[in-house]
Protein backbone atom coordinates (compact mmCIF):
# COMPACT_ATOMS: atom_id res chain seq x y z
CA UNK A 1 0.00 0.00 0.00
CA UNK A 2 2.75 1.97 0.78
CA UNK A 3 4.49 1.77 -2.46
CA UNK A 4 1.52 1.81 -4.81
CA UNK A 5 0.24 5.52 -2.40
CA UNK A 6 4.51 7.00 -3.00
CA UNK A 7 3.85 5.76 -6.80
CA UNK A 8 0.96 7.61 -7.21
CA UNK A 9 3.10 10.58 -5.24
CA UNK A 10 5.58 10.69 -7.74
CA UNK A 11 3.77 10.92 -10.30
CA UNK A 12 1.86 13.74 -9.13
CA UNK A 13 5.22 15.20 -8.41
CA UNK A 14 6.61 14.69 -11.91
CA UNK A 15 3.11 16.67 -13.23
CA UNK A 16 3.61 19.46 -10.97
CA UNK A 17 7.27 19.54 -12.47
CA UNK A 18 7.12 19.35 -15.87
CA UNK A 19 3.40 21.05 -15.99
CA UNK A 20 0.40 19.45 -17.11
CA UNK A 21 0.89 21.29 -20.51
CA UNK A 22 3.41 19.05 -21.30
CA UNK A 23 2.38 15.91 -20.27
CA UNK A 24 2.08 15.52 -23.92
CA UNK A 25 5.46 15.91 -24.80
CA UNK A 26 6.07 12.34 -22.99
CA UNK A 27 5.17 10.26 -25.58
CA UNK A 28 7.43 11.01 -27.85
CA UNK A 29 11.07 9.57 -26.65
CA UNK A 30 13.24 12.67 -27.56
CA UNK A 31 11.23 14.88 -26.17
CA UNK A 32 10.39 13.01 -22.99
CA UNK A 33 14.36 12.69 -22.84
CA UNK A 34 14.56 16.42 -22.73
CA UNK A 35 11.96 17.13 -20.61
CA UNK A 36 13.26 14.98 -18.22
CA UNK A 37 16.92 16.23 -19.19
CA UNK A 38 15.31 19.99 -17.69
CA UNK A 39 14.05 18.10 -14.71
CA UNK A 40 17.14 16.83 -13.73
CA UNK A 41 19.42 20.52 -14.26
CA UNK A 42 16.86 22.05 -12.63
CA UNK A 43 17.47 19.84 -9.48
CA UNK A 44 21.06 20.29 -9.88
CA UNK A 45 21.05 24.20 -9.10
CA UNK A 46 20.57 24.10 -5.10
CA UNK A 47 18.93 27.24 -3.47
CA UNK A 48 17.72 27.34 0.03
CA UNK A 49 14.15 27.33 -1.56
CA UNK A 50 14.62 24.14 -3.72
CA UNK A 51 16.12 22.41 -0.73
CA UNK A 52 13.27 23.36 1.44
CA UNK A 53 10.88 22.55 -1.24
CA UNK A 54 12.67 18.69 -1.82
CA UNK A 55 12.05 18.53 2.31
CA UNK A 56 8.65 18.94 1.95
CA UNK A 57 7.89 16.68 -0.74
CA UNK A 58 10.26 13.73 0.89
CA UNK A 59 8.12 14.60 4.03
CA UNK A 60 4.76 14.71 2.63
CA UNK A 61 5.48 11.71 -0.10
CA UNK A 62 7.66 9.78 1.71
CA UNK A 63 7.71 9.59 5.18
CA UNK A 64 3.90 11.14 5.96
CA UNK A 65 3.07 8.14 3.65
CA UNK A 66 4.48 5.32 5.50
CA UNK A 67 3.96 6.38 9.32
CA UNK A 68 0.33 6.98 8.10
CA UNK A 69 -0.20 3.09 6.67
CA UNK A 70 1.75 1.94 9.96
CA UNK A 71 0.08 3.78 11.83
CA UNK A 72 -3.47 2.20 10.05
CA UNK A 73 -2.30 -1.32 9.89
CA UNK A 74 -1.32 -1.10 14.47
CA UNK A 75 -4.93 0.21 14.02
CA UNK A 76 -6.28 -2.82 12.48
CA UNK A 77 -4.48 -4.74 14.96
CA UNK A 78 -5.52 -3.45 18.02
CA UNK A 79 -9.16 -3.62 16.92
CA UNK A 80 -8.95 -7.45 17.60
CA UNK A 81 -10.71 -7.93 21.00
CA UNK A 82 -8.24 -8.82 23.84
CA UNK A 83 -5.29 -7.49 22.11
CA UNK A 84 -5.23 -3.92 23.59
CA UNK A 85 -5.77 -3.50 27.36
CA UNK A 86 -3.03 -0.70 28.29
CA UNK A 87 -0.99 1.97 27.12
CA UNK A 88 2.27 -0.70 26.97
CA UNK A 89 -0.30 -3.10 24.83
CA UNK A 90 -0.86 -0.26 22.38
CA UNK A 91 2.77 0.62 21.94
CA UNK A 92 3.89 -2.99 21.63
CA UNK A 93 1.52 -2.94 18.72
CA UNK A 94 2.96 -0.53 16.81
CA UNK A 95 6.32 -2.07 17.51
CA UNK A 96 5.27 -4.99 16.05
CA UNK A 97 3.68 -3.07 12.84
CA UNK A 98 6.70 -1.32 12.57
CA UNK A 99 9.50 -4.17 12.38
CA UNK A 100 7.09 -5.90 10.08
CA UNK A 101 6.93 -3.19 7.43
CA UNK A 102 10.80 -2.46 7.71
CA UNK A 103 11.59 -6.20 7.57
CA UNK A 104 9.40 -6.27 4.13
CA UNK A 105 11.21 -2.78 3.18
CA UNK A 106 14.75 -4.58 3.50
CA UNK A 107 13.94 -7.06 1.09
CA UNK A 108 12.76 -4.80 -1.12
CA UNK A 109 15.69 -2.73 -1.22
CA UNK A 110 18.41 -5.74 -0.29
CA UNK A 111 17.27 -7.06 -3.33
CA UNK A 112 20.04 -9.83 -3.01
CA UNK A 113 22.43 -7.58 -1.76
CA UNK A 114 23.88 -9.67 1.30
CA UNK A 115 26.33 -6.19 2.64
CA UNK A 116 22.75 -3.80 2.00
CA UNK A 117 21.15 -6.39 3.94
CA UNK A 118 22.81 -5.99 6.78
CA UNK A 119 23.74 -2.21 6.75
CA UNK A 120 19.72 -2.17 6.99
CA UNK A 121 19.59 -4.81 9.31
CA UNK A 122 22.03 -2.74 11.84
CA UNK A 123 19.55 0.69 11.26
CA UNK A 124 16.19 -0.25 13.04
CA UNK A 125 14.50 3.08 13.07
CA UNK A 126 11.14 1.62 11.92
CA UNK A 127 11.52 0.37 15.28
CA UNK A 128 12.42 3.92 16.39
CA UNK A 129 8.94 5.25 14.56
CA UNK A 130 7.02 2.73 16.03
CA UNK A 131 8.52 3.63 19.65
CA UNK A 132 7.53 7.71 19.26
CA UNK A 133 4.15 6.50 17.88
CA UNK A 134 3.24 4.68 20.33
CA UNK A 135 4.16 6.60 23.03
CA UNK A 136 2.46 9.67 21.60
CA UNK A 137 -0.83 7.27 20.89
CA UNK A 138 -1.15 6.06 24.51
CA UNK A 139 -0.39 9.16 25.75
CA UNK A 140 -3.60 10.86 23.65
CA UNK A 141 -5.96 7.65 25.03
CA UNK A 142 -4.62 8.35 28.57
CA UNK A 143 -4.91 12.53 28.56
CA UNK A 144 -8.29 11.85 26.76
CA UNK A 145 -6.91 14.80 23.75
CA UNK A 146 -6.39 13.91 20.01
CA UNK A 147 -3.80 16.67 19.79
CA UNK A 148 -1.47 13.91 20.77
CA UNK A 149 -2.74 11.32 18.22
CA UNK A 150 -1.43 14.16 15.29
CA UNK A 151 1.99 13.86 16.68
CA UNK A 152 1.91 10.25 16.96
CA UNK A 153 1.74 10.92 12.94
CA UNK A 154 3.74 13.82 12.87
CA UNK A 155 6.90 13.46 15.12
CA UNK A 156 7.51 10.28 13.64
CA UNK A 157 7.24 11.60 10.39
CA UNK A 158 9.40 14.59 10.84
CA UNK A 159 12.46 12.64 12.19
CA UNK A 160 12.17 10.17 9.87
CA UNK A 161 11.81 12.56 6.68
CA UNK A 162 15.16 14.41 8.23
CA UNK A 163 16.88 10.92 7.95
CA UNK A 164 15.86 10.20 4.55
CA UNK A 165 16.20 13.65 3.77
CA UNK A 166 19.70 13.45 4.62
CA UNK A 167 20.41 10.32 2.68
CA UNK A 168 19.01 11.79 -0.46
CA UNK A 169 21.05 14.82 -0.29
CA UNK A 170 24.14 12.69 -0.25
CA UNK A 171 23.09 11.27 -3.07
CA UNK A 172 23.43 14.57 -4.71
CA UNK A 173 26.57 15.35 -3.53
CA UNK A 174 30.12 14.41 -1.27
CA UNK A 175 29.13 18.00 0.34
CA UNK A 176 26.76 16.76 2.26
CA UNK A 177 28.17 13.82 4.44
CA UNK A 178 28.36 16.24 7.28
CA UNK A 179 24.44 16.39 6.97
CA UNK A 180 23.98 12.76 6.69
CA UNK A 181 26.69 11.90 9.40
CA UNK A 182 24.71 14.27 11.69
CA UNK A 183 21.15 12.90 10.90
CA UNK A 184 22.33 9.06 11.49
CA UNK A 185 24.36 9.79 14.84
CA UNK A 186 21.17 11.80 15.81
CA UNK A 187 19.04 8.70 14.59
CA UNK A 188 21.27 5.92 16.91
CA UNK A 189 20.92 7.87 20.19
CA UNK A 190 16.91 8.16 19.69
CA UNK A 191 17.32 4.34 18.96
CA UNK A 192 19.40 3.68 21.83
CA UNK A 193 17.16 6.26 23.90
CA UNK A 194 14.06 4.57 22.66
CA UNK A 195 15.30 0.74 23.56
CA UNK A 196 16.37 1.94 27.25
CA UNK A 197 13.01 3.77 27.93
CA UNK A 198 11.08 0.76 26.83
CA UNK A 199 12.88 -1.94 29.03
CA UNK A 200 12.49 0.88 32.15
CA UNK A 201 8.95 0.69 30.87
CA UNK A 202 8.37 -2.75 30.98
CA UNK A 203 10.48 -3.32 34.18
CA UNK A 204 8.76 -0.72 36.38
CA UNK A 205 5.15 -0.83 34.74
CA UNK A 206 5.02 2.57 34.05
CA UNK A 207 2.86 2.48 30.73
CA UNK A 208 0.88 -0.22 32.45
CA UNK A 209 -2.23 2.24 32.03
CA UNK A 210 -5.53 1.01 31.22
CA UNK A 211 -6.89 2.81 27.87
Known sequence: MAGII??????INLVIQIGPEQLKLLADAENAKQVVEQIRNASS????????????????LIDLVEEVIKYVGAKIVMRKEGVVHTWMDALLCFVVV??????????????????????????????????????????????????YTILAIVVPSFIHA??????????????????????????????????????????????????
Not at 45 to 60: A, E, H
Open 162 to 211: VYDFSINMLKRGDEFIVLFLIASVIMFIITIVAIIKLRKWQKEGTLDILI
Open 98 to 147: GVSFQLFEDIGYASGDIILAIMRALTPFHFTFAVIMGYFYGLGKDKRNGF
Open 45 to 60: NMTSSSILIRFVRTFI
Open 6 to 11: KLIGAV
